[in-house]
């Protein structure tokens, strides 16, 4: 019996990935499991482990998959019309970074170093003049960054204070200024008395 519910299991959540004019949601899903979080898994495991081959494999499907996503960005607009787009982008992520067929590296090597190779010194000249004016923008409004930073850190401050209140239920709880003092009995209110 658990052996036919399985079947019925995988048969349902392969029927959703496949079927094109179905969700959406579940097949980009997907893509972003098997394009960026299998990666960074694979990623930190290849640190720990300082495998050589492991990093080179995986840097070379971050530079892929950067310049894929770059073109992305930039295609959307004429891509999002294709029922489909969600499925092949699925399979392209897939064969990017299957062992056996080395799409990463073979993208890199045949398409992606041969144009850094050829526009180098234009890239690093733009990249320079870009790296510049961030600087620039940065350092011209260090008042609103630190302004920003200040309330981030006030925000987290106050949302670790609820998720720690949230963790020990049984203590007593703080006055809130809105809320006032929390009773304990009613019969200590003197409205009741007379």
């Known amino acids: 019996m658990a052996l036919l519910g399985s079947n019925i299991t995988s048969e349902v959540g392969l029927r959703l990935l496949l079927c094109p004019l179905g969700s959406n949601i579940v097949i ?6 098997i394009g960026i979080a299998l990666p960074v898994y694979s990623t930190f495991k290849a640190i720990e482990r300082k495998d050589q081959h492991e990093q080179q494999r995986m840097l070379l499907y971050w530079a892929v998959y950067g310049s894929f996503s770059i ?3 930039f295609s959307d607009k004429l891509i999002s019309w294709c029922p489909l787009y969600y499925h092949l982008k699925f399979a392209f992520l897939v064969w990017l970074q299957l062992p056996s067929a080395d799409g990463a590296k073979q993208l890199y090597m045949n398409h992606l170093r041969p144009f850094f190779v050829r526009h180098q010194a234009r890239i690093d000249q733009i ?4 790296y510049g004016e961030l600087v620039k923008l940065i350092s011209s409004h260090q008042a609103e960054i630190q302004f920003v930073k200040n309330m981030l850190v006030k925000i987290m401050g106050s949302a670790d ?4 209140a949230a963790v020990k239920p049984d203590q007593p709880r703080q006055h809130s200024a809105i ?3 929390t ?9 009741h008395d007379g």
């Open 71 to 73: 073109v992305e960005v």
């Open 179 to 181: 809320e006032g003092p």
């Open 28 to 33: 980009r899903t997907a893509c972003c499991s």
């Open 127 to 130: 990249m320079g003049f870009a």
């Open 183 to 191: 009773r304990t009995s009613p019969d200590t209110d003197s409205d």
């Open 161 to 164: 204070q609820f998720l720690r």
